[in-house]
């Protein structure tokens, strides 16, 4: 079956780093989605990987790995308004996208 | 960048009654849109794609007559919950691709909608 595999919530200090990764078994593959959703909002697109390697766009970075499965979303410098849920999506070969349940990131000053 | 537009923000009603959401592609034409409906801390569900001038695709497990689709205009897709029970209650959002884009375009979704069935 598909499915999309990602931690449940994180905690991290305002100013630092996090790691927030994905696995992802999906039948085909066209890439890989991340979305950023704050409480009561539709989610925003962040980034999209179809090759292995790392994208960067400002504050967040993407990697993607197509031979493990895997992905994460790095975010530096972290701020408050970071405090959200980032959604991991993978498009299987349909271009249809399965997603994760979503990672709550919690920041602390 | 595109924008997709969808309303109402919030909608309260009876139970037994429909309400019907709109989504609307603002600056490019649709020919698909996606609705999905999210309970409190879990993933989007994808409920059904929905075609311009043809049926509605819908995924396993979701009710036809239940959830009506109507994809009547390019920029236009209308979710209607018939009958709604408290159950149905939950946060309902449309998504579209420019086609322009293709299908791995970045998926912009509406404001969403949240329909609390007394």
């Known amino acids: 079956g598909q499915n999309i595999d990602q931690p449940t919530e994180m905690t991290a200090t305002e100013g630092a780093i996090v790691q927030i990764n994905c696995t992802y078994q999906t039948s085909g593959f066209n890439g890989l989605f991340w979305y950023q959703q704050h409480a009561g909002e539709a989610p925003t697109f962040l980034s999209y990987?179809?090759l292995d390697g790392l994208e960067e766009k400002g504050r967040f970075s993407s990697f993607l790995s197509r031979s493990k499965g895997y992905s994460y979303l790095l975010l530096k410098e972290l701020q408050m308004k970071d405090s959200a849920s980032y959604l991991c999506a993978a498009a299987d070969s349909n271009y249809q996208l399965i997603w994760g349940a979503g990672t709550k990131l919690i920041i602390k000053p | 960048g595109a924008v997709v537009s969808q309303h109402p923000s919030w909608v309260i009603c009876k139970s037994g009654t429909s309400v019907k959401i709109e989504c609307r592609s603002l600056?490019?034409?649709?020919?698909?849109m996606f609705w999905y409906r999210q309970f409190p801390k879990q993933s989007l569900m994808l409920m059904a794609t929905s075609n311009e001038g043809s049926k509605a695709t819908y995924e396993q497990g979701v009710e036809k007559d239940k959830f009506l689709i109507n994809h009547a205009s390019l920029t236009l897709s209308t979710l209607t919950v018939t009958s709604a029970h408290p159950e149905d209650s939950s946060f309902y959002i449309c998504?579209?691709?420019?086609?322009?884009?293709?299908?791995?375009?970045?998926?912009?979704f509406g404001e969403g909608s949240r329909l609390t069935v007394l």
């Open positions: 990987n179809v």
């Open positions: 600056d490019f034409q649709a020919t698909t």
């Open positions: 998504s579209a691709r420019d086609p322009r884009e293709g299908d791995t375009g970045e998926l912009f």
